[in-house]
């Protein structure tokens, strides 16, 4: 990645930040794209103008860029993701939607960006930890799981394990998958920045062990499966 484009990041991280609690009504989408290094800072600059000067009504827009990930997404480089309720998503995705000035962003953007590497919609189930609004969460860490794992199970083990023991170093949301058979569920860790995401785990492990014996039980207890997906983003924008 370019450093004008990372610093151009690190600038804007202290006022773009609007994040939400999981509603019992909450949708996203998300497109993973490939986007060649040169092409990067022209890409934000397009999203950035449209979405600035078009406001969608009740969805938050978010472009993350892709630090690290396993084989499953080694074309990716960056993530557009739309989250709303079922009304706000439902106008978005209506064809009355599809504005000449939707049309003109779609075939100029299009321009720069390689590829669409993959499309997926899915519902957020839960979150836990500090209120996102309230701090920025920048890094984020997302895992998936294949359909083994049972979800209402996980959902509810994890929602327990974390309200007993309460933490203030990252949030995270459950959310489930509706347009993949091999991603059907997963959880999104976010954490308020990138030494966070490396160290407060352990930390936390370190300076709480009673929540040691509370782990292993969530492990017996989480409803199962392997781990389908694993990567790691930072958030660039939201409108």
């Known amino acids: 990645m370019k450093k004008t484009f990372i610093l151009l990041t690190l600038l804007i991280f202290n006022s773009i930040y609007s994040q939400t609690k999981v509603t019992t009504d909450e949708h996203w989408s998300a497109y993973a ?4 290094p040169q092409n990067e800072e022209t890409v ?43 009304d706000s998503m439902s106008k978005f995705y209506s064809p009355m939607n599809f504005t ?8 100029k953007i299009s321009n720069f960006i ?15 930890g500090p209120d996102p609004t309230e701090v920025v969460y920048p890094y984020e860490q997302i895992l998936n799981w294949g359909p083994e794992r049972d979800i209402q199970k996980f959902r509810k083990a994890w929602v327990e394990l ?6 203030t170093d990252r949030s995270a949301v459950i959310f489930t998958i509706t347009s993949s058979a091999d991603h059907k569920c997963g959880v999104v860790l976010r954490y308020p920045s990138y030494k966070a995401m ?9 300076n709480n ?8 039980t969530y492990l017996k207890e989480n409803g199962g499966g392997q781990i389908t997906r694993n990567f790691s983003r930072i958030l660039l924008k939201e409108w």
């Not at 390689?114 to 189930?125: E, H, I, P, S, Y």
């Open 33 to 36: 794209i490939s986007v060649q």
């Open 44 to 86: 934000f600059n397009i999203i950035d103008e449209y979405f600035s000067e078009h406001k969608l009504d009740d969805i938050r827009v978010m472009l993350f860029s892709i630090l690290f990930a396993d084989q499953s997404m080694v074309e990716a480089t960056h993530e557009i993701v739309f989250v709303g309720n079922s």
């Open 100 to 107: 000449t000035e939707w049309n003109l962003f779609s075939s």
């Open 114 to 128: 390689d590829k669409t590497v993959w499309a997926l919609n899915g519902r957020g189930l839960a979150s836990t």
């Open 162 to 167: 974390n309200k007993k023991h309460e933490r």
């Open 198 to 206: 490396l160290t407060s785990n352990a930390e936390y492990a370190k």
């Open 209 to 216: 062990p009673s929540w040691q014996k509370d782990w292993q």
